[in-house]
């Protein structure tokens, strides 16, 4: 573009939206300091798509040549969202089942049988459970990933959801983990299984649909939210912070050992005391669900905080 | 054999500190870029002056923090920008080697070359 169409008011008046949809990748302040300054030098408009253009890309490729994005690529988001991904196609699987049994299989006659109403609260609470671990876990990995430093917290989040969507296009991803596993230790495969589920499976809407239904309610949406809170516990004292990235750690920790195939990776005698010791595991379980204990605490604390205060 | 690592700041840096320096309270991105253009008669791109300013901040030489939104700015804030005593320290060497190593060069008539 020449200097003359570049100051030529009309030509800046339709740069402008361009800059504004450019600046949306800059950070917050950054956005505000550059469309500060372009307004300012309004003569130079024109040009104004190059320098935002420009800022947009040297900050995305200093992103991308930053170590730290890469590690914490390898050794967290990829693992934690294989292994979110796994656990979400196995609770969809099995909620997939039970829907699909009581769903396209009702019959009124039932719900006159007291076993039939008992069976159903059993798997409703089971289930309910199963479902709210998975989302408490969802939003430490979020909480973790939001807690990262600035530079890199964007890049991450895009990541992540990059790579749990492509992990559920994994036909069976649980049963790679624990093939992968068995192989590991050198142990030959079993013959495969027939297909029990085959009439849930041959319904598009639990082959296709319901799946990411689970995907996106159980896991993508607690991770957002996850990813805001921690954005929003930079207001707390340091020492509380650390509470909450360690409650974050610890729950993707409980998950590990909850997820498909983890006693392969222990030898005889500790998959025995797991075994044995089931109630610990149910506590562990419990504590995995600290966002609720988190939300709990947020309310009342904003209950109990002065009005002038929260004014401020 | 040894090798003497010379740790200076670039040409860009210098020019942006001195920019700030002499804009005092004043210093902010639009000001200290129109700065630089006046003084080299070249175009700043404005990702090189934040990309620059970061890496400055980072090193200590400059403190950075964002000002009142201003109704000149269509209501958007600055980014304030104070040279530090470190980057002092740092710009007045880079200017002092700069005179040293000119000393007694004349680029008039590029003498040096042609001779």
Known sequence: MDGKSADDPMTSRMNWPIVLWLSGFLEQPEREAVLGDLTEDSKNRG???????????????????DLRLWLTIAFVILPVSYLLCAIAQTTAGVGAVYSWMYLNNWNWALTRNAGFWHLLGEIAVSFGITCFVLACWSWSAGFLIGRLPNVIVRASRNMFIVLLVAAFQLDDAPGHIIRFLISLHGLPLGPSLPDYNA?????????????????????????????????????????MR??????????????????????????????????????????????????????????????????????? | ??????????????????????????????????????????????????????????????????????????????????????????ASHFFRAIARISKGVSWTANRLTTR
């Open chain 1, 47 to 65: 040009g104004a798509i190059a320098d935002v253009l420009g800022l947009v890309v040297r900050r995305r490729t200093a992103v991308l040549l």
């Open chain 1, 199 to 239: 009439p849930v499976t041959g319904n598009v809407f639990y082959r296709v649909f319901f799946p990411w239904i689970a995907l996106a309610i159980l896991v993508i949406l607690p991770a957002f939210s996850g990813i805001r809170q921690a954005n929003r516990s930079l207001l707390l004292a340091w020492k």
């Open chain 1, 242 to 312: 650390i509470v909450l990235v360690t409650a974050a750690a610890s729950s993707l920790l409980i998950m590990l050992i909850h997820a498909p195939g983890f006693g392969l990776l222990l030898g005889a005698p500790q998959r025995d005391w797991l075994g044995r010791n089931r109630n610990a595991m149910q506590v562990l379980l419990l504590l995995s669900c600290w966002p609720m204990f988190y939300f709990i605490a947020l309310r009342f604390g904003r209950r109990g905080r002065p009005k002038a205060v929260m004014a401020q």
């Open chain 2, 1 to 90: 054999m040894y090798y003497i690592v010379i740790k200076m700041i670039g040409e860009f840096e210098y020019l942006i500190l001195s920019s700030a320096a002499r804009l005092g309270t004043n210093a902010y991105g639009a000001s200290i870029r129109s700065e630089i253009e006046k003084a080299t008669g070249r175009r700043c791109s404005i990702g090189a002056l934040y990309t620059t300013l970061d890496r400055l901040e980072v090193k200590g030489f400059v403190k950075t923090w964002m000002g009142e939104p201003t109704a000149e700015r269509g209501g958007r804030s600055k980014r304030l920008v104070q040279v530090t005593a470190t980057g002092v320290k740092e």
